[in-house]
Nanobody
Framework: VQLQASGGGLVQAGGSLSLSCAAS????????MGWFRQPPGKEREFVAS????????GFVDSVKGRFSISRDSAKNTVYLQMNSLKPEDTAVYYC??????????????????WGQGTLVTVSS
């Protein structure tokens, strides 16, 4: 199973970026996908998740109202739309996928597959 993330870059504070992550691989079933980020010198943290069948979403408090997550089931792709970006959003963003139900999608340990990461830099 491979996850290919794209869409990172440099943006000024207040701007927007959209990330995408495409999953591929034979006999690959998706229960949910998530986005995590790792700011410089910090631990990896949960950003958002979405369940594949019902589209239930979850967000960390710091991005609620600014970020949205969506998926295209036909393309096995998840998107993260980031608006009103702040310098503190600067991080390497990772997508992740889980094929079976897990109790807490906010935890990195729940995910089986990870993308390579894409850098988002927000300048002040």
């Amino acid at each position: 199973v491979q996850l290919q993330a794209s869409g990172g870059g440099l943006v000024q504070a207040g701007g927007s970026l959209s990330l995408s992550c495409a999953a591929s691989g034979r006999f690959f079933n998706i229960y949910a996908m998530g986005w995590f980020r790792q700011p410089p010198g910090k631990e990896r943290e949960f950003v958002a998740s979405i369940s594949w069948s019902g589209g239930r979403t979850g967000f960390v408090d710091s991005v609620k109202g600014r970020f949205s997550i969506s998926r295209d089931s036909a393309k096995n792709t998840v998107y993260l739309q980031m608006n009103s970006l702040k310098p503190e959003d600067t991080a390497v963003y990772y997508c992740a996928a889980v094929p079976l139900p897990k109790p807490d999608l906010r935890l990195p340990s729940m995910y089986d597959y990870w993308g390579q990461g894409t850098l988002v830099t927000v300048s002040s």
